[in-house]
């Protein structure tokens, strides 16, 4: 059974960074299609970035277009979300998610990390 393990949330003052990593188990990483979503206290959960198994395309929520950056490690089994520049609307508990097809619904789901932006 895959499994996905989040980690890397925390505390940060608003104009700093956080890296997120999102572990998978089991040697299907690979042909995984790999996302990530976040969900703000009150709020639904919503898209922040994915990206394809190979890392050859890469899409982006439009609140954090030029801030995050979405990457993966196959060798590894993980992938990665850069935060910079953090906004104090950028709190949330983050997601990682996968998914055997681009356009299919994410099957896979972590069980999240907290990410705290101060102002």
């Known amino acids: 059974q895959v499994q996905l393990v989040e980690s890397g949330g925390g505390l940060v003052q608003a104009g700093g960074s956080l890296r997120l990593s999102c572990v998978t188990s089991g040697r299907t990483f690979s042909s995984f299609n790999m996302g990530w979503f976040r969900q703000a206290p009150g709020k639904e959960r919503e898209f922040v970035a994915a990206i394809r198994w190979n890392g050859g395309r890469t899409d982006y929520a439009e609140s954090v277009k030029g801030r995050f950056t979405i990457s993966r490690d196959n060798a590894k089994n993980t992938v990665y979300l850069q935060m910079n520049s953090l906004k104090p609307e950028d709190t949330a508990v983050y997601y990682c998610?996968?998914?055997?097809?681009?356009?299919?619904?994410?099957?896979?789901w972590g069980q999240g990390t907290q990410v705290t932006v101060s102002s």
């Open positions: 998610a996968g998914r055997r097809d681009y356009s299919s619904l994410y099957q896979l």
